[in-house]
T-cell receptor
Framework: DAGVIQSPRHEVTEMGQEVTLRCKPISGHNSLFWYRQTMMRGLELLIYFNNNVPIDDSGMPEDRFSAKMPNASFSTLKIQPSEPRDSAVYFC????????????FGEGSRLTVL | QKEVEQDPGPLSVPEGAIVSLNCTYSNSAFQYFMWYRQYSRKGPELLMYTYSSGNKEDGRFTAQVDKSSKYISLFIRDSQPSDSATYLCAMNPQGGSEKLVFGKGMKLTVNP
C-alpha cells in the first residue's frame, strides 16, 4: 500500500517567493496533519483537518501560512511570502479515527529559503 | 515548562549496549504514551505505545511508564547499528491523534 506522499522532497527558494507543499494522505484516513520540524523546536503541529475540514490551525505561525484540503486525497500548505526562518522540514501525516493515535508520516519536504 | 521534555542528546553507544531513552511530562491528563522512531531523512514511524502505567515489551524494546513520577522510558537491549535513529516520545490524554504532544527527539547512534 502506498504511504503518505509528499512533494516536493526538496525546495530551495529565495526570500519573498511563494512556496506550495503538497500531500496525498493514505486512502481511507480521515485526519490529515501538517507538522514542521526544526532542530531548535522539534516537531510542531501547524494544522490538522478532519474529514477535509480544518479543525485546529492554532499552530500556524502567521498569516503567511495557509493550508487547504479540497478533497480527501489532497492537501496543500502554502507559504507566501517565504522568509529564511521558514526553513525546515515539513511533514504531512494522516490517521484514521479512533485507535491510540498512530500517525503515518510522509517522508517530508525539506524547505530552504535563502 | 514545556508539556513534554526530552533530552535531545546525541547519544552514542557501542553495539550490544543497553540503551535508555527518557521523557518527562507535566500534564497529568496524559494517558497514552508512544515512542516514534525517525531514520535520517525519513518521517517518524510508531515504534511502541502503552496505555496508562506499566511496562510493555516487544522484542528488544521495552516501554515503561511511571505516571506517579510523570516519567516514561524506552529501553533497547542488545542495541544494533540499525537502531541508529532519532527517537521521539509522544503522548496524549485520550485515544486518537488530534492532541498528540511530541518530545524534541533524542538522536541515537549505535557504533559497530
Amino acid at each position: 500500500d502506498a504511504g503518505v506522499i509528499q512533494s516536493p522532497r526538496h525546495e530551495v527558494t529565495e526570500m519573498g517567493q511563494e512556496v506550495t507543499l503538497r500531500c496525498k494522505p493514505i486512502s481511507g484516513h480521515n485526519s490529515l496533519f501538517w507538522y514542521r520540524q526544526t532542530m531548535m523546536r522539534g516537531l510542531e503541529l501547524l494544522i490538522y483537518f478532519n474529514n477535509n475540514v480544518p479543525i485546529d490551525d492554532s499552530g500556524m505561525p502567521e498569516d503567511r501560512f495557509s493550508a487547504k484540503m479540497p478533497n480527501a486525497s489532497f492537501s496543500t500548505l502554502k507559504i507566501q511570502p517565504s522568509e529564511p526562518r521558514d526553513s525546515a522540514v515539513y511533514f504531512c501525516a494522516s490517521s484514521s479515527s479512533g485507535g491510540v493515535g498512530e500517525l503515518f508520516f510522509g517522508e517530508g519536504s525539506r524547505l530552504t529559503v535563502l | 515548562q514545556k508539556e513534554v521534555e526530552q533530552d535531545p542528546g546525541p547519544l552514542s553507544v557501542p553495539e550490544g549496549a543497553i540503551v535508555s531513552l527518557n521523557c518527562t511530562y507535566s500534564n497529568s491528563a496524559f494517558q497514552y504514551f508512544m515512542w516514534y522512531r525517525q531514520y535520517s531523512r525519513k518521517g517518524p514511524e510508531l515504534l511502541m505505545y502503552t496505555y496508562s502505567s506499566g511496562n510493555k515489551e516487544d522484542g528488544r524494546f521495552t516501554a515503561q511508564v511511571d505516571k506517579s513520577s510523570k516519567y516514561i522510558s524506552l529501553f533497547i537491549r542488545d542495541s544494533q547499528p540499525s537502531d541508529s535513529a532519532t527517537y521521539l516520545c509522544a503522548m496524549n490524554p485520550q485515544g486518537g491523534s488530534e492532541k498528540l504532544v511530541f518530545g524534541k527527539g533524542m538522536k541515537l547512534t549505535v557504533n559497530p
